[in-house]
C-alpha cells in the first residue's frame, strides 16, 4: 500500500514533539533515549503515518548527532514502524488496519499454546495471582491507562507461568503493537467491560483445565478486541483525513 506523503511545516512540529518523549533520566543510552522517544511519539500517533522524517532537521533542534539519530531510525525501519522511500529518506509507516490483522492472527496462536500449557503447570498460588489481577480490573475498570497495563500483567503471568521461554521472547518482538492496541481497546467503556468479563472466563478455564473451552474463549476474545481495534482505527484515520 502506498503512502500519502504528508505536506508539511510538520518538520518542526515532529522535532518539538520528538523532545517532549525524551527522557534522559534513567540509564538509558542516548541512543536508546531517543530510539524510545521516537517510537512513543509514532505509537502515539503523534507523528502521522507519512510524515518524512528531516534528519537534518531534527538532529539539530532535539541537539544530537546524525549517527545517534541514524541508529534509532534504522532499528524503527527493523521495525517497519519507518520505511525508506528513494529521493525523500525516512517515511513514517506507523502502524495499519492489516497490522492488526496480522498481529491478532499471531496472537490467537502464541496466546492458545501459553494458556494450554500454563494451566497443568500453575499452582494454586500461581491462581491466586491471577485472581487478584482479575480482582484489580474490576476495582480500575475507569482508569484506561490502569486496566490496559493490569490485561499486560495477566497475559505476561499466564506466558511466565507457561515456562515456554522462547514464547516469550517471540511475544516480545510484537510488544511494541500489542501495547497500543490494548490502549486503543480499553478507550471504549463496553468494551472495558467486556475484556474484563473475557479475562474471567479465560481465568475460569485455566482453573477448571478445560482445554477446548480456553481456546475458544480466547479466540472469541481476540476476535472482539480486534473488532475493536479495527473500528477505532477506521474512526481515526477518518478524523485524520
Known sequence: MELT????PLDLDVAETVALNLDFSGTSSLKSAVYTALRTTILNGEIPAGTRINESLLSDKIRISRTTLRFA?????????????????????GITIKDAYEIFAIRKSLDCLAAVTAMYKMTDEDF??????????????RNTEHLSALFTEFNELIYEKSQIFRLKDTMINIKNYLSYFRDLSA???QRRKNAIDDHQK??????ERNEKQLKL????HLDAALLCIVREMTELNSIAL
Open 73 to 93: 531510525l534504522q532499528k524503527l525501519h527493523n521495525e517497519h514502524l519507518l520505511e525508506h522511500s528513494p529521493g525523500k529518506g525516512m517515511i513514517v509507516k
Open 187 to 189: 478507550h471504549s467503556r
Open 5 to 8: 506523503l504528508v505536506k508539511q
Open 202 to 207: 479465560i481465568y475460569d478455564c485455566m482453573k
Open 217 to 220: 474463549q480466547i479466540e472469541h
Open 128 to 141: 491466586n495471582e491471577l485472581e487478584q489481577i482479575l480482582l484489580l480490573m474490576n476495582q480500575h475498570y
